[in-house]
């Protein structure tokens, strides 16, 4: 870090640094090798299946073939809770995914407004969630820069953006932590300012470090943008993680219009060894809809 960064951040943050079962929920025949990518559940997918404990629920994602796992709300979970869930991860040779590294600012602008105290904010909990990543074996942790600042224009809201970005990137790099940006869709989550993959690119190319990356959700850019794969293949090279969900209904794949065999197939190919985040619903409940899931995965896996 130069010594600018160092000043600058030293100041800012004090701190010297159904009815009808269908064949597919039918229950699933144990793996043996595993799958080919690592998908990753999250707690209370398999409840009825593991029941209510989280170590119960990832030994039973293990059992089942997952070699990775993630939790959006780690950051919430208590120190104990967190040591013991990385000892299972390692015990059963687990990745650990994403977690959320901040407080996101839904409803009113964040990062893209340049406040100075929302920027201060987020520093500081970019320095909490490094000691939770340090924690549970974590390698990536989810941003979202928040809503559009409607009063300026968006090349200035870029910029204060990727301000903010640079300098939680000074935070992580030493510790080897990447930070991954999720651009969001305009139906579920309309007025932020990160929407679409190209966006988050050129962002990260700002950047310019190896601690700010994309994270290319499946489920948004199809409603969002469309043209998965030759996107996926523009992006490629800031791309760090990715997240499931079919759609419509953002539940298993091949209970919607998302051809996964294909773009699985496709990330197989690119030689991606990362996490892929199970970020979707259950489109059947209880257990049967615990089996649909990982029947699921199955069939979409082969290649």
């Not at 951040?9 to 159904?18: E, P, Q, V």
């Not at 104990?80 to 901040?102: D, L, P, T, W, Y």
């Not at 839904?106 to 904010?121: E, Q, Y």
């Not at 615990?290 to 082969?302: G, H, L, P, R």
Request: glycine share 8%.
């Amino acid at each position: 870090m130069n010594r600018r960064k160092f000043t600058l951040l030293s100041s800012l943050l004090g701190i010297g640094l159904a009815t009808k079962i269908p064949s597919y929920a039918k229950s699933p025949k144990k793996l043996t090798k595993g799958f080919n990518l690592n998908y990753a559940p999250h707690i209370g997918m398999f409840k009825h299946s593991a029941g209510e404990n989280p170590i119960d629920q990832i030994n039973f994602m293990a059992d089942n073939g997952f070699s990775a796992f993630e939790d959006n709300g780690m950051k919430n979970r208590s120190i104990s809770m967190q040591n013991k869930i990385a000892e299972v991860m390692i015990k059963r040779n687990m990745k650990m995914g994403v977690f959320v590294a901040h407080e996101i600012a839904w409803k009113k602008p964040n990062l893209a407004s340049g406040d100075l105290n929302m920027r201060i904010a987020f520093l500081k909990q970019i320095k909490k969630s490094i000691e939770v990543a340090k924690r549970v074996n974590a390698k990536w942790m989810t941003v979202v820069p928040g809503h559009l600042d409607l009063r300026k224009k968006l090349s200035y809201q870029t910029a204060n953006v990727i301000e903010s970005l640079k300098l939680a990137s000074d935070l992580l790099e030493p510790h080897g932590l990447i930070m991954v940006l999720e651009p969001l869709n305009f139906r579920d989550h309309p007025g932020l300012f990160l929407t679409e993959s190209p966006q988050a690119y050129e962002i990260c190319k700002a950047v310019n470090s190896e601690s700010c990356k994309i994270l290319f959700d499946i489920y948004h850019q199809q409603i969002q943008e469309g043209n998965l794969i030759p996107n996926i293949e523009k992006c490629w090279e800031e791309i760090a993680y990715f997240q499931i969900g079919d759609n419509p209904g953002r539940n298993e794949p091949t209970t919607g219009e998302i051809n996964f065999s294909n773009i699985f197939k496709f990330i197989s190919s690119k030689g991606y060894d990362g996490v892929l985040g199970m970020e979707h619903g259950n489109s059947l409940e209880g257990i049967q809809g615990e089996n649909a899931v990982i029947n699921a995965y199955k069939n979409v896996d082969s290649f």
